[in-house]
């Protein structure tokens, strides 16, 4: 496809506004507003607060009548005035529900939805010239909002449509006495007009009409407000998402909804009954009186160029920065995977007072009701349907909701933590940054298939999955990130030329012993057979931070670690242990994996999760697991795939390769918070931290 040209002058971008002034609480309250502007500092008030000369721009909320002032006032100071909206790709919810805006527009000539009089959109589509690299990013950005279905807004569950040879048209309503409707050249009952367009275009279609979202809420009313029936009519008053339902249809008819767009975006025909921003430039089929202003013809591609990269702006959620679209989408649509995997009412079983505080987050979405309950009786007096889960921590097996499971046909998920887990243990209630929802068993269980194990024997991994995979792996080596990352010296060996043999404890009744070694489940007797097996090798024993704490069981004697034993590392920092060590050996301990992260050799004497895909020497081979997995396979399924990450800054479900820097910037602020030896009085002070959130939540 050639690029657009023009003899249109080029566009210059909107930037440097200087110290800007704002008049509207609202606006004020937005986050990250500064770095949405580009702005040297926000000035609130500047009329009444900090006077003109403080102030290079004004800014208002679009064309609302609220902006008199504002306008007014920046005209007699003789400063620039700024109409700011939101961007096409907004927020998971709608903008009342209090999500804030990861997108806005920012226009000193019009606004987007004012047809009435020019606007910075307006003139960067008319003036269009784009390079294929242009061009081709924006092929990309339209193929990944269809994939990842990111619109606007992204709260909407997909929409399926039963099979049928009839044709379907799809008529789009709008919130009565919207700015985009009154400017955007809208004739008298216009929507009276377009569905009787649609029906009578479509003699054979079958009309679906779709409310507004703000409608479907119950914000605010929409024009189509009888239901009488009327033959070949459907009305679709659910909220769903824009692209399941375009997927479904052949015919688009708007007044001035963005859906419009998404529709060109989709290649469907679009006819348009008021003039939005992408009506008369040669793409729609136009009912209304477009401005002669729109005499070039544009692609698809060129329209969304102008729209979505040159003219909206971008923020990213995590670091409060400028970033590019594909960031937002990407953001975006983990929100709407995460909603997709949870929803329906998830009764949380037993769940002790301080997970309580942060288990929600995990769960929690648009589609989800987390409810905690004390046992299987609490769950069924608050009612059952078939959107039901139950939710247990890790394995515990409880008789009582094994049997209301199996009366009910209700399955039940196991949580646990992820790899990635904090800066400090869990047993001393630090909060973690990762949890995996398992709904086949838990990834620690060899006995049966976990999720986990169905992802690494089943999974096609693309490309793209390894690529990260690989970057993601040595992220964290680089930056020795761990699942505690707890210790508070280095490694300080002399090994006298020697190999080191690493031997990592566990505690000895935890469940990954108890499920997953058919053998040995002592750690003296896992140091005896590393002695065993390497008889010259400097071994060193590193007990389990949770035992070292005093928190669990698993202590090995002193005359044992002698033996057995040239050094005993009990309080260093895993990632300085593996730095030394040449191979690792171990029961099922995590730290296998992260050994295998660095490429050292790994000799399991259980069947944790990594081990039986051809990377490990396994003592007790797996007779399911046959596959023979690469690295970057394997770290594509544990870290990217199988667990899910809670931003610290956000709590918003977010990516291994954001947790693993939030990881390090919070082990690296605060060096001695991840000792293993927590004190006392710390301890207390998250708990009591983590009883207050959890509280809400009690059963």
């Keep these: 496809m050639s690029a657009a040209r023009s003899d249109e002058p080029a566009v210059a971008p909107l930037e440097g506004l200087g110290a800007v002034g704002v008049f509207s609480p609202g606006i004020l309250r937005i986050p990250h507003l500064a770095a949405f502007l580009g702005a040297d500092r926000i000035v609130f008030r500047p009329d009444v607060n900090r006077g003109s000369s403080r102030v290079d721009t004004v800014v208002g909320w679009g064309r609302k009548d609220n902006t008199r002032r ?40 019009g606004i987007h939805y004012d047809a009435t009089a020019p606007c910075r959109l307006e003139r960067l589509i008319a003036s269009a010239s784009l390079d294929e690299t242009t061009l081709a990013r924006a092929r990309a950005c339209i193929e990944l909002l269809r994939t990842h279905r990111v619109s606007k807004y992204n709260d909407a569950p997909p929409r399926a449509f039963e099979a049928s040879e009839r044709k379907r048209v799809l008529v789009v309503d709008q919130t009565a006495g919207d700015l985009s409707l009154r400017l955007g050249m809208l004739a008298p009952d216009a929507f009276g007009g377009m569905l009787q367009a649609a029906l009578s275009e479509h003699p054979d279609a079958e009309v679906v009409v779709k409310t507004h979202p703000d409608v479907v809420a119950g914000h605010r009313e929409g024009h189509f407000q009888s239901r009488a029936d009327r033959d070949r009519v459907r009305w679709l008053t659910d909220r769903v998402d824009p692209y399941s339902l375009l997927d479904h249809v052949d015919h688009v008819y708007v007044a001035t909804s963005l859906m419009g767009f998404e529709a060109l975006m989709a290649d469907k025909p679009v006819t348009c009954f008021g003039v939005p921003f992408y009506a008369g430039w040669g793409l729609t089929d136009d009912r209304a009186r477009v401005p002669t202003r729109r005499r070039a013809r544009r692609t698809v591609e060129a329209l969304f160029a102008a729209a979505y990269l040159a003219y909206t702006r971008y923020v990213d959620p995590e670091t409060g920065e400028r970033c590019e679209l594909e960031r937002t989408v990407e953001h975006l649509a983990l929100q709407r995977e995460m909603a997709e995997a949870t929803t329906g009412t998830i009764y949380c079983v037993g769940f002790s007072a301080w997970k309580r505080g942060f288990v929600p987050s995990f769960l929690k979405t648009p589609a989800s009701r987390v409810v905690f309950v004390r046992d299987a009786r609490s769950a069924e007096r608050r009612g059952l349907d078939g959107d039901t889960r139950f939710l247990v921590w890790g394995m515990r097996d409880r008789a009582d909701l094994r049997s209301l499971s199996a009366r009910r046909g209700i399955p039940i998920w196991r949580l646990e933590d992820g790899f990635l887990r904090s800066v400090g243990l869990g047993s001393d209630l630090h909060t973690p940054a990762s949890l995996v929802v398992d709904r086949a068993g838990i990834y620690y269980d060899p006995t049966r298939p976990s999720g986990l194990e169905q992802i690494l024997s089943t999974r096609d991994f693309t490309t793209a999955e390894l690529a990260r995979a690989a970057r993601l792996r040595e992220t964290i080596v680089t930056h020795g990130i761990s699942k505690y990352n707890v210790g508070a010296s280095n490694v300080d060996l002399q090994p006298d030329g020697r190999d080191v043999v690493l031997v990592i404890g566990q505690v000895e009744d935890d469940a990954s012993v108890e499920l997953g070694c058919p053998g040995i489940r002592r750690n003296a007797d896992l140091l005896a057979e590393a002695r065993a097996r390497r008889p010259h090798g400097f071994v060193v024993y590193k007990p389990h931070p949770d035992v070292v704490s005093g928190n669990r069981r698993g202590a090995v004697s002193v005359a044992d670690a002698r033996r057995w034993a040239d050094r005993v590392v009990d309080d260093a920092p895993l990632p300085a242990c593996l730095a030394v060590a040449t191979e690792v050996h171990t029961l099922t301990s995590l730290v296998g994996f992260e050994a295998l992260l660095r490429g050292l050799p790994v000799f399991v004497y259980g069947q944790p999760f990594y081990a039986g895909w051809g990377l490990t020497d396994d003592r007790y081979p797996h007779p399911r697991r046959t596959r023979r997995l690469t690295l970057d396979e394997l770290v594509a399924g544990a870290l990217i795939l199988y667990p899910r990450y809670v931003s610290r800054r956000t709590q918003t479900f977010t990516s291994p390769e954001v947790v693993v820097e939030q990881l390090r910037q919070e082990r690296n602020a605060r060096p001695g918070f991840g000792a293993i030896r927590a004190s006392w009085a710390g301890r207390q002070a998250r708990k009591l931290a983590n009883l207050v959130r959890g509280a809400r939540h009690a059963p």
């Design 70 to 109: 504002p306008r007014a006032w920046a005209a007699r100071h003789g400063l620039r005035y700024v109409m700011l909206e939101d961007g096409f790709v907004r927020s998971v919810g709608l903008g009342r529900d209090g999500d804030p805006p990861l997108s806005m527009v920012a226009d000193d000539v």
